[in-house]
């Protein structure tokens, strides 16, 4: 299909350890967003990729964690040195522009032991 | 911080009825979107509607917006088992917001067959 892909669906890693997690989003869409969705802290943003635009990195929780867009198009969030309290679903959104309907993906569901 | 609230948390319906889900904002917005998640999985676009919108619809949803009560609703009409699902808005603020989302808690709507 042409919506928006994530991979992988799951991921269990141990406390320390790095993960990447990887958005495809709708070819042409310009924006692109990070969001997180636990159940203390529901839905939350966590950055967003417009054009060539310095990413607004506003919502990152902490210095471990980070995220590239590559050619315009694919984009990975990596977090460092994992603690249990990253445990959450990591959505990416895309639109074709700001302040567009954002079509999300299915999310990565990550749990950190 | 989660700027919507939504309200009820939870409702609970029979086939044929009509469901009604609020949504309550703290700041102006440039738009604001209605999303369905059916259980550990991403979140499906229903409808935007902008600030200058006072009323939307989409098939059997209809959502109206009052900027001056900060509040928008959503109503499903003649409501299906399959509606079943949890409901979100979103807001987009604009100006140095411009395309995050902010989403409220959420409604967990059932519908009983």
């Known amino acids: 299909g042409a919506g928006v892909s994530q991979s992988p669906s799951n991921k269990v890693t141990e406390k320390g350890k790095d993960v990447e997690l990887r958005c495809d989003p709708i070819?042409?869409?310009?924006?692109l967003y990070w969001y997180r969705q636990s159940l203390g802290q529901g839905l939350e943003f966590l950055i967003y990729?417009?054009?060539?635009?310095?990413?607004?990195k506003s919502g990152l929780p902490s210095d471990r964690f980070s995220a590239e867009r590559t050619g315009g198009s694919v984009s990975t969030l990596t977090i460092q040195r994992t603690q249990q309290e990253d445990s959450a679903v990591y959505l990416c959104?895309?639109?074709?522009?700001?302040?567009?309907?954002?079509?999300f993906g299915p999310g990565t569901r990550l749990l950190v032991l | 911080s989660q700027q919507g609230e939504e309200d009820p948390q939870a409702l609970s319906i029979q086939e044929g009825e009509n469901a009604t889900m609020n949504c309550s904002y703290k700041?102006?917005?440039?738009?604001l979107q209605w999303y369905r998640q059916n259980s550990g999985r991403g979140l499906v676009h229903l409808i935007l509607?902008?600030?200058?919108?006072r009323e939307k619809h989409s098939g059997r949803l209809r959502v109206t917006l009052d900027t001056s009560k900060k509040s928008s609703s959503l109503l499903i009409t003649a409501s299906r088992a399959a509606d079943t699902a949890s409901y979100f808005c979103a807001t987009d603020a604009g100006g140095t917001s411009y395309g995050k989302l902010t989403f409220g808690q959420g409604t967990i709507l059932t519908v009983h067959p």
């Open positions: 070819s042409g869409h310009t924006a």
């Open positions: 959104a895309s639109s074709r522009g700001s302040s567009e309907t954002q079509y």
């Open positions: 990729f417009q054009g060539n635009s310095a990413p607004d």
């Open positions: 509607i902008r600030s200058n919108e």
């Open positions: 700041t102006s917005i440039n738009n």
